[in-house]
Nanobody
Framework: QVQLVESGGGLAQPGSSLKLSCATSGFSFGDYAIGWFRQAPGKEREGLSCISYDGQSQLNQDSLKERFTISRDGAEKTVYLQMNSLKPEDTAVYYC???????????????????WGQGVQVTVSS
């Protein structure tokens, strides 16, 4: 069945970088857009970025686009989120998800994504 597994999180110091991975299986990776979300305690799930089936288009949250970069590797069937200049407010559980739209990026709302990874904790603290 469809599986998405996040990895690469953990504890990071402010100003440092992390690269999250979303390894996928159980579906035709090259036919689907994939998005990244995060959720901090007590807050709603927040859409971060989405990349189209072929990597040629993206949808990014304006407030994060200078620090967070999404990419995908068709051979590895993996989507990445490069996070730079990390801040304490980036602390959250980070999720990747498959879009209900097979090829293009949906709006960065959880409703438009149908399969989710388990999430990975990112903690930014000195």
């Amino acid at each position: 069945q469809v599986q998405l597994v996040e990895s690469g999180g953990g504890l990071a110091q402010p100003g440092s970088s992390l690269k999250l991975s979303c390894a996928t299986s159980g579906f035709s990776f090259g036919d689907y857009a994939i998005g990244w979300f995060r959720q901090a305690p007590g807050k709603e799930r927040e859409g971060l970025s989405c990349i189209s089936y072929d990597g040629q288009s993206q949808l990014n949250q304006d407030s994060l686009k200078e620090r967070f970069t999404i990419s995908r590797d068709g051979a590895e069937k993996t989507v990445y989120l490069q996070m730079n200049s990390l801040k304490p407010e980036d602390t959250a559980v980070y999720y990747c998800a498959r879009s209900k739209w097979t090829r293009i990026c949906a709006p960065l709302r959880p409703h438009y994504f149908d399969d989710w990874g388990q999430g990975v904790q990112v903690t930014v603290s000195s």
